[in-house]
């Protein structure tokens, strides 16, 4: 019987205010270990996920009372780790109040909203967002530009999508994948209305293909096709945040209730 429920994401799934993870949790009536973020990337996603059901593990849970519900995120997203002891210009990256970095080693933290520490964390978020830090900004640009390509980072999300399905697998734990919006056609965007979305990634760059073909999709729930919460709520004609871009509470509610709820049962 399912007693606890492990999730992560990006701000479709943070703790700032109630969206599908405590819904969920809610509705299944079980414990709820958010380690949701804003801005969070696959990389992040994948990490934190293995180290709360790692936790719960190690505090003598049993793996058929734990459901890990991953909610993925944009595959152009760069999560960085840096530390005070081997980074340079570490103190810079962390000089202001923004939560860069974040310190994902602490089993309290789905109590509480993750800041910026002294020691060591993540830069989260696209290497081309706006950063208020500059100093962030550049290190972003600087290693996206000459490091970090479209299909370096396609190959990294795709490696983390198998290391949360290969973990749960090899613990025997219950395992569903959603996603913030239609991930399986970047570099396209689902937010760009005007660009038809015909190209899968796996088609699209010959690195992912072998990648694709080795993910377990009967443990995924899509909203049509290779759609996520994104289109659920433009579709169904819900409401969005100010931002038109994040769904309001009453939409996580509703996507929850009538959609999620009944395929996790079913995979339950």
């Not at 992560?8 to 599908?20: A, E, L, Q, R, T």
């Not at 749960?168 to 689902?190: Q, R, W």
Request: aromatic share 14%; proline share 4%.
């Amino acid at each position: 019987m399912i007693k606890h429920l492990v999730t992560s994401g990006c701000s479709f799934s943070d703790n700032k205010i109630y969206k599908w993870p405590h819904y969920l949790a809610n509705e299944l009536n079980i414990t709820l270990y958010n380690r949701g973020q804003g801005s969070a990337g696959n990389y992040w996603i994948s990490k934190t996920i293995i180290y709360q059901t790692q936790l719960l593990l190690d505090q003598g849970v049993p793996p058929e009372e734990i459901l890990v519900a991953a909610m993925w995120s944009s595959i152009d997203r760069k999560d960085l780790f840096i530390s005070s002891t081997e980074t340079p210009n570490f103190t810079k990256l962390i000089s202001n109040l923004a939560p860069n970095p974040i310190n994902f080693i602490d089993e309290h933290a789905n109590k509480k909203l993750l800041t910026s520490n002294n020691i060591d964390g993540y830069l989260l978020g696209t290497p081309y967002c706006y950063f208020g830090n500059k100093d962030i900004q550049d290190t972003k640009l600087e290693l996206a530009v000459n490091y970090f390509s479209n299909e370096s980072m396609a190959i990294e999300s795709y490696e983390n999508f198998l290391r949360v399905q290969w973990f749960c697998e090899s613990k025997k734990i219950k395992l569903i994948n959603h996603t913030f919006a239609d991930i399986l056609h970047y570099p396209i965007s689902s937010f760009n209305s005007s660009v038809k979305k015909d190209i899968m990634t796996k088609d699209y760059y010959r690195n992912i293909l072998p990648l694709y073909n080795m993910i377990d999709f009967s443990k995924w729930i899509f909203w049509k096709k290779t759609e996520g919460l994104y289109e659920y709520t433009k579709d169904n004609n819900l409401t969005f945040d100010i931002d038109n871009i994040h769904p309001s509470i009453e939409s996580h509610q509703h996507y929850v209730t009538n959609y999620l709820l009944p395929k996790v049962k079913e995979i339950m």
